[in-house]
C-alpha cells in the first residue's frame, strides 16, 4: 500500500472556501493600502544569505530557513570540517540562499538596489509568504504570509499617525476589536541606561518582549542570566508596570527619565504620536505599553503592536520606526517606518469569531442544470449574459441525472440552480429554483439578473 502523503510541519492546504476568506483578507487589507497612496511591489521568496543574516538578532539568525546550494557542494570543505560535525559552520559553507524571515529587510535591499529609479518619500506594501523555522503550534506556522506596509526616505511622524490610522481601517472593516500597543525603542534605551544597564539594551528588549507570554518572573530571570544586576532589575519594576492613562504614563516617563537624553526624545515622540492620534476619531483602543519591545533589532523609534481583544491569540500586526536598516547595504540616512499584518492570525481570528461577510466567501451564485445538447446550447447564451452582469454562475458539464447535479449544487452552496426543460426553451425562459427555500419561478434572463442581483 502507498504511503500517505503529507505535508511539513507548520505549513497548511487551503481549500477553496478558505482561499475565500484569505482573498477577503488579502483585498481588504489592499484596499486600504491603495487608499492611503501605497503601491505594491514583489520581493523573491529566496534571498542571499549575507541580505539575511545579522539583521533580526541571534534569535532571528537561528530561524532562517537555509537553502542547500546545487552541485557538489562538499568541494572546498575538508575532511576535518565534514567530520567536526559542526552545523552552523557547515551551512555558512554549502548554504549561499535563504527563504525570507520577513519582507522589511529584502524592501531594505529593494530600495538600495533600485535607489535611482524611486521617488522619496517611497510608500510601498507587499503581500507575500515568509518562513521561518520556528516550533509549530496553535497560532504560529513555519510558513505564513504577510501584508506590509512601509514608508522611506522621510523622518515625520505623520508616517508613524496614518501607520495606527491604517490599522484601525483595516480591523475595522473585519470587524475585529483591538488595541494597538504604542512605545519607542528610544524609550527602552532611556530606561536602560537609568537602570546602568545601558549596554544590555539588546537583552533587556528581547526579555521584556515576552512579558505576554512568560509572566513577570520568568522575565526577571532571564534578565538575571544576562548578567543584569539584581539591583537593575528592581528598578526596572515599576516602570515595565506602569499602569494608568497614556497622558499619566507620559507625565511619569518625563519625571523618571528626566536624565536621558534618548529617554526623553522617544518619550517626546510618543506623545506626538499618541496626541495626533487621539483627535483623528480613530475607534480602536491606542495604549502606551512600556512592555512592548518587538524583539527584532532594526527598531530605532516608535514601535507598534496589534492584539485582538476577543480571541485568545498572539499580535496579529506590528512594526516600527528602523532608521538604519538601509545602511547596513551601503545607503545611509534614510529612515523607514512601517507595520505589518499577519494575514495568517487574522484568519484564524476571523474564523473563531464568525466574521466572514457571506459575499466574501461564497462561490459559484447560480448553476444551470444540464439536460442535454439541445438544453445546454439554449442556456449557453443566457449563461454569458449573467455573467457579463457579474454574477458568478456555471453549467453543470455533464447531462446527468438531476439528483446528482442538485447534490453537486447542495456540495458547492450554491444558492440558486436555473433549471431549462423543454418547457422554458419554448416560452424563452428558465425556472429559477431557490435551494434555501425551494421556492421556484420562471423568469425571463432580465428578470434571471434581477432576482440574483435582488
Not at 568541494?75 to 522589511?104: P, Q
Not at 495606527?164 to 524609550?187: E, P
Not at 519591545?293 to 532594526?298: D, E, F, I, Q, V
Not at 440552480?417 to 434555501?436: D, S
Request: proline share 3%.
Amino acid at each position: 500500500m502507498a504511503t500517505k502523503p503529507g505535508i511539513p510541519k507548520g505549513t497548511r492546504d487551503f481549500s477553496p472556501v478558505e482561499m475565500a476568506k484569505r482573498n477577503y483578507i488579502f483585498d481588504t487589507i489592499r484596499e486600504v493600502f491603495f487608499l492611503y497612496g501605497f503601491r505594491q511591489i514583489e520581493t523573491p521568496a529566496m534571498e542571499n544569505l549575507s541580505t539575511l543574516m545579522g539583521k533580526y538578532g541571534e534569535e532571528g539568525d537561528k530561524l532562517l530557513f537555509k537553502i542547500q546550494n546545487s552541485g557538489d557542494y562538499f568541494s572546498g570543505l575538508t575532511d576535518e570540517e565534514l567530520l567536526s560535525r559542526n552545523a552552523a559552520k557547515l551551512a555558512s559553507k554549502f548554504c549561499e540562499k535563504g527563504l525570507r524571515y520577513d519582507l522589511t529587510v529584502p524592501f531594505a535591499r529593494y530600495v538600495v538596489m533600485h535607489r535611482d529609479e524611486i521617488t522619496f518619500p517611497f510608500k510601498r506594501f507587499q503581500i507575500q509568504p515568509v518562513w521561518r523555522a520556528d516550533r509549530p503550534q496553535k497560532g504560529r506556522y513555519r510558513e505564513f504570509y504577510q501584508c506590509d506596509a512601509d514608508v522611506v526616505g522621510s523622518d515625520s511622524l505623520l508616517n508613524e499617525v496614518e501607520l495606527v490610522q491604517m490599522i484601525d481601517a483595516v480591523f475595522g472593516r473585519f470587524g475585529i476589536r483591538v488595541s494597538v500597543k504604542v512605545n519607542n525603542r528610544k524609550i527602552l534605551t532611556g530606561i536602560a541606561e537609568i537602570i546602568g544597564e545601558a549596554d544590555k539594551i539588546v537583552d533587556i528588549t528581547v526579555a521584556i518582549d515576552k512579558l505576554d507570554k512568560i509572566g513577570l518572573d520568568n522575565v526577571n530571570a532571564e534578565l538575571a542570566s544576562k548578567g543584569i544586576s539584581q539591583e537593575a532589575i528592581a528598578k526596572l519594576q515599576p516602570i515595565i508596570l506602569l499602569e494608568g492613562s497614556n497622558e499619566e504614563k507620559i507625565r511619569t516617563l518625563k519625571t523618571v527619565l528626566a536624565d536621558s537624553a534618548t529617554g526623553m526624545k522617544g518619550v517626546e515622540e510618543s506623545e506626538f504620536i499618541l496626541n495626533k492620534v487621539a483627535g483623528l476619531g480613530v475607534k480602536s483602543e491606542v495604549e502606551l505599553d512600556l512592555t512592548l519591545a518587538r524583539g527584532l533589532n532594526y527598531y530605532t523609534g516608535a514601535i507598534f503592536e496589534v492584539k485582538a481583544l476577543d480571541v485568545q491569540i498572539g499580535s496579529i500586526s506590528g512594526g516600527g520606526r528602523y532608521d538604519n536598516l538601509t545602511g547596513v547595504f551601503g545607503m545611509e540616512g534614510v529612515s523607514g517606518v512601517g507595520i505589518s499584518f499577519g494575514a495568517d492570525r487574522i484568519y484564524d481570528v476571523l474564523n473563531q469569531l464568525d466574521l466572514y461577510p457571506k459575499e466574501a466567501v461564497n462561490g459559484t451564485e447560480l448553476l444551470f442544470v444540464n439536460f442535454g445538447d439541445a438544453e445546454a446550447s439554449y442556456v449557453l447564451p443566457i449563461l454569458s449574459e449573467v455573467r457579463r452582469a457579474g454574477i458568478r454562475a456555471e453549467i453543470y458539464p455533464d447531462s446527468a441525472k438531476m439528483k446528482k447535479q442538485m447534490s453537486y449544487a447542495n456540495g458547492k452552496e450554491i444558492p440558486f440552480v436555473a433549471i431549462v426543460g423543454e418547457t422554458e426553451m419554448n416560452e424563452g425562459k428558465v425556472t429559477l429554483k431557490n435551494m434555501t427555500t425551494g421556492e421556484q419561478t420562471q423568469v425571463t434572463t432580465d428578470g434571471l439578473i434581477a432576482a440574483l442581483r435582488g
